[in-house]
């Protein structure tokens, strides 16, 4: 059964790196995209980038600047590390399963079957 | 990037009746790259249709999706008790993905 599950410091302080891992079980993190997305309370979601099981990544480009994704196949679980955070930076972050797709041009878009519970991260001094 | 507005913001019905959900995007989505999304208060999002139609592993048939181009929508024909959350559409027919802004579905 295909379970994911996020983790790391749930407080992090301004100006310092949020980093949190997936712990992926129940499939392989090779051959597959996998996603991180995030939700300020009581907000909307927002797609933060992806990273393939062999390390190529796609951010979104009002984080990029500040972010990095990898995959450690050998524990099966990948990892966000969103550097100089702010309060705006507070929110659950999940992380979850692409299911892949070519559009008609030619480029992949990701859907999310399976979604991690959860992490509630608050940046705060 | 592709904006998703929803509408309405909030709908108010009553379990047994029909439930239409309206997702529409700033620009075409070409390939109909479209997915729902139901979430309840304190769990993650489900996925419950994808290219705009396709109704995802386990979802009651009383849910379906329909529409190209720039409009879609989610309708649940009749509607359950634990249909009552929160839905979100999300575009993957472009490389920045984003999601609508929700709309509350909540018992009348």
């Known amino acids: 059964q295909m379970q994911l599950q996020e983790s790391g410091p749930g407080l992090v302080k301004p100006s310092e790196t949020l980093s949190l891992s997936c712990d992926v079980s129940?499939?392989?993190?090779?051959?597959?995209?996998w996603s991180w997305i995030r939700q300020p309370a009581g907000k909307g979601l927002e797609w933060i980038g992806r990273i393939y099981g062999g390390g190529i990544t796609n951010y979104n480009p009002s984080l990029k600047s500040r972010l990095t994704m990898s995959v450690d196949t050998s524990k099966n679980q990948f990892s966000l590390r969103l550097s100089s955070v702010s309060a705006a930076d507070t929110a659950i972050y999940y992380c979850a399963r692409g299911r892949t797709f070519i559009t008609v041009d030619g480029s992949p878009g990701d859907f999310f079957d399976y979604w991690g519970q959860g992490a509630l991260v608050t940046v705060s001094s | 990037e592709i904006v998703l507005t929803q509408s309405p913001g909030t709908l108010s019905l009553s379990p047994g009746e029909r439930a239409a959900l309206s997702c529409r995007a700033s620009?075409?989505?070409?390939?109909?790259?479209l997915a729902w999304y139901q979430q309840k208060p304190g769990q993650a999002p489900r996925l419950v249709i994808y290219s705009a139609s396709t109704r995802a592993i386990g979802i009651p048939d009383r849910f379906s999706g329909s529409g190209s181009g720039t409009d879609f929508t989610l309708t649940i024909s009749r509607l359950q008790p634990e249909d009552f959350a929160v839905y979100y559409c999300q575009q993957y027919d472009s490389s920045l993905y984003t999601f609508g802004q929700g709309t509350n579905l909540q018992i009348k």
């Open positions: 620009q075409s989505l070409s390939s109909n790259f």
């Open positions: 129940g499939d392989s993190i090779n051959n597959l995209w």
